[in-house]
């Protein structure tokens, strides 16, 4: 047996596992399990939440909340099956709105930024360019005059 650091090889892979197996235990115990009811207040609050964070990232939500509604009126029923196939096309839709949510937000911030941007220029731009143009317009209609000399 190879003795490394006063731990075995065996200990080491042991250990390496038992790591490996409760990392996959808590990612498993995190994520909401494909067959718990849809219809429960921890499933339903939280596609609530998830509803309002990307909605505070700029994203339209509007087709996901129709498919809430649609789940809210099946588990009210008491259609699980039904709920389900719908909380299955509500999490597909969440996770596409997730996706672009990254994108979406920093689209909105660049736009704000821009016309924040232009719109503290117009005050500095009518200051410099205003009397320019007016004087180029004044020499425009003024330059066909002719200038005579009186005594």
């Not at 650091?5 to 115990?29: C, D």
Request: charged share 20%.
């Amino acid at each position: 047996m190879l003795w490394i650091g006063g731990v075995g090889r065996s200990g080491a892979l042991g250990s390496a596992a038992l790591l490996l197996l409760l990392t996959v235990l808590v990612a498993l115990a995190s994520h909401p399990a494909v067959s718990q009811n849809p219809c429960s207040l921890e499933v339903l609050s939280e596609v609530v939440r998830t509803l309002e964070e990307l909605s505070s990232r700029f994203v339209d939500v509007g087709g996901a909340v129709e498919y809430l509604d649609q789940l809210l009126k099946a588990c009210s029923r008491g259609d699980v099956g039904g709920a389900s196939s719908i909380y299955s096309k509500l999490a597909e839709t969440l996770g596409h709105l997730r996706e672009y949510s990254r994108t979406r937000f920093w689209e909105v911030m660049a736009y704000r930024a821009t016309y924040t941007a232009a719109l503290v220029l117009v005050p500095i731009l009518t200051y410099v360019l205003l009397p320019r143009a007016y004087l180029y317009l004044w020499y425009l209609a003024r330059r066909g005059w002719t200038v005579v000399r009186r005594r």
